[in-house]
């Protein structure tokens, strides 16, 4: 009875190569092993269901064990089982996926794909952690004997016959010496809870104990019993496996701690189920976003048919998602393979363009639903739509009728809305609306007061994608551009044609600009004299937007360009028409007038946060003599 006899395979010797190149990560034999034994759990579920099977199909849990003293790993399963020429057939030819048979067999099934194995070589990775491998089966097939077989990594192995009375298979490891570490209780539980947490079928591994209440004792107080119970390792019915219809908000909340167990509750979440042209179903919760983004990514897990993959869901999900939590569970994403190919994949592109639909779509019902919830939300949210409006086109086009601008006022607009609101007051003369916005407004406060003073809005722009998203808007906004308030005085960042007349001389001009240049008396602060309204501040200091954009760009590239090595260059604006000038003018002795232009510049360096050591100390001083 006893039958000996070689792997077919093309290589001599293919286990070396398994070992090495197919699996660096040697603990996925577990999942694959697992898989293997849910598949077959679920082949003899849908073959009863199909009335292709009559017997009894019992407890159809997949058990998990370990034996340190023995060395070995078990895996046992009561699915469909196999016969000595099955073991044949699907083990000893590699090359031979069983499924592809199984499927033929049963094309009028529904769910066929659900039946296909995606893992290629899977129950050879088992060589990876053992020196010997032993399959005890029984076939559900009418009549079927027990079988055994044995291989020890070489490709001769044994069939014998096997003493198996129930249905199914159990997979025994013996752990070779390089692989001591998983003949440990909890490096396995730690592998099946990264892998097997939603596998469709119970996996058991173990036992735990539990406290339960066990009535009360003579004074009352209650009493509690240790019970040993099963330890079952997963969840077989995750929420994205179901309808969305049947499911409440409580079960999208719970099953985000069940994944993330010490994050605050998501925003809000995104059901994803389609079948066509791809299968995908999963759900993306919107989080609350930190400050320390960057530290968030890696939060979407990537699952096929339950069995969970990577959570390296690069190209598959659009990258200005990749701060989005959840699950995403696709059988039509080819695993096993390289970037490069993942790229090029056709449906991975369809998945990344389906997903960024979604979301935009999402987004646009919950504003149209609830536009105070909405903005109330628009804190966290907006990050994710600004990355999503600078990154992808199609996602711009969607976006542009929900995505907020906020104001210093905490009023939110539309880019529409907002058009409307200041394109009369804040029109140049150019006929070129100027957006104005401020990223710190406790430091710009004093520019934003003038910029209110007539009639215009400030936009808050203290994101940090504004910078980008403010470039963005600029060319997709028809005449319009952005200015930080603090670019220039307020008159020259709008320029209107009713600009107020020149109070001043031509000659008290050049005594003025005079002054103010031996009382700033610094190579990167360039003097003007302009003629603004006397309700305005006498002397304003303001940075040119081009030249800081491109600061701003230099330092966030890291690089240091042109624009990043020269010093930060200020022009300070001298209001020719405030009164106060006309006093320095008119002041007794050149000393007063020059003490009188430094403390006016000092006032305004101060406003800025500019003025700072020996020169801060010499203000104070000279502030006590006035007095
Ligand atoms: P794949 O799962 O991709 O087909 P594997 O090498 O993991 O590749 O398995 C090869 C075949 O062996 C399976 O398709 C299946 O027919 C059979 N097989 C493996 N494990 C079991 C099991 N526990 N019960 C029944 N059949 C199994």
């Not at 983004?293 to 598959?316: A, G, M, P």
């Not at 997709?476 to 220039?488: H, I």
Request: a negative charge; aromatic letters at 10%.
């Amino acid at each position: 009875m006893q039958e000996k006899g070689t792997i077919s395979i093309h290589t001599e010797n293919i286990f070396p190569i398994i070992k090495k190149f197919l699996y660096s990560d040697n603990e996925i034999f577990l999942r694959e092993l697992v898989s293997n034994a849910v598949d077959a759990t679920q082949k003899i579920k849908r073959l009863s269901s199909l009335g292709q099977y009559q017997g009894d199909l019992g407890q159809l849990r997949v058990e998990v064990s370990l034996n340190e003293e023995a060395k070995t790993i078990t895996i046992a399963d009561r699915g469909i089982g196999m016969t000595a020429e099955e073991i044949k057939k699907y083990i000893n030819q590699i090359a031979f996926s069983g499924a592809t048979e199984f499927v033929e067999k049963f094309k009028e099934a529904k769910d066929a794909n659900e039946l296909i194995g995606k893992f290629g070589l899977g129950f050879y990775s088992a060589f990876m952690v053992a020196d010997k491998v032993e399959i005890n089966t029984l076939s559900y097939q009418d009549g079927a004997t027990p079988a055994r077989w044995i291989c020890d990594g070489s490709t001769e192995f044994e069939i014998l016959p096997g003493d198996r009375t129930e249905r199914g298979t159990e997979i025994i490891l013996h752990i070779n010496e390089e692989s001591q570490e998983f003949l440990s209780q909890s490096k396995i539980q730690e592998i099946l809870d990264k892998y097997c947490s939603f596998l469709p079928v119970e996996i058991k591994f173990g036992t735990k104990t539990e406290t339960e209440p066990d009535g009360e004792d003579e004074e009352g107080k209650p009493k509690y019993k240790s019970i040993e119970k099963d330890n079952i390792v997963n969840n077989p019915n995750p929420i994205w496996t179901k309808a969305p219809a049947d499911l409440k908000d409580e079960d999208y909340l719970a099953f985000y701690k069940e994944l993330y167990p010490f994050s605050e509750d998501p925003l809000f979440w995104i059901h994803l189920n389609v079948d066509y042209p791809f299968n995908l179903t999963g759900v993306l919760y919107f989080p609350k976003v930190k400050n320390d983004f960057e530290f968030q990514r890696n939060k979407i897990k990537l699952f096929s048919r339950q069995v969970f993959i990577t959570d390296e869901v690069k190209d598959i999900v659009p990258e200005f998602l990749m701060l989005l939590h959840g699950v995403i569970d696709s059988p039509d994403i080819p695993l096993n393979v390289s970037r490069s190919f993942l790229q090029a994949d056709s449906n991975v592109k369809k998945i990344n363009n389906y997903i960024t639909r979604k979301v935009a779509d999402k987004l646009s019902e919950l504003y149209k639903k609830d536009r105070t919830s909405f903005e109330s939300k628009w804190q966290d949210i907006g990050l994710f739509v600004k990355y999503g409006m600078i990154s992808e086109e199609k996602f711009y086009e969607k976006a542009k009728d929900f995505a907020l601008l906020s104001n210093t006022d905490g009023k939110h607009a539309t880019l529409e809305e907002y058009r409307e609101t200041v394109k009369d007051t804040q029109t140049d003369k150019d006929g070129q609306l100027v957006y104005l916005y401020t990223n710190d407004p406790a430091k710009q406060d004093s520019y934003i007061q003038s910029a209110k003073a007539k009639g215009y809005d400030v936009l808050l722009m203290n994101s940090p994608l504004d910078n980008h998203f403010i470039n963005q808007m600029e060319q997709k906004l028809e005449k319009t551009s952005l200015k930080r308030v603090d670019a220039d005085v307020i008159d020259k960042l709008i320029t209107k044609s009713d600009t107020p007349p020149h109070i001043l001389t031509a000659e008290q001009e050049t005594k003025v600009k005079e002054l103010f240049e031996s009382a700033v008396n610094k190579s990167n602060m360039r003097v003007e004299v302009e003629s603004l309204s006397p309700d305005e501040l006498p002397v304003h200091i303001t940075m040119d937007e081009f030249m800081r954009r491109m600061k701003d760009m230099a330092q966030m590239g890291g690089g240091m360009n042109f624009y990043g090595s020269m010093p930060d260059s200020y022009k300070v604006a001298i209001n020719g028409n405030h009164p106060l000038i006309g006093k320095i003018l008119s002041a007794d002795g050149d000393d007063t007038k020059a003490k009188l232009a430094k403390q006016a510049i000092d006032l305004a360096l101060l406003s800025q946060g500019l003025l700072t050591g020996a020169d801060l100390t010499e203000f104070v001083k000279r502030s006590v003599d006035l007095i």
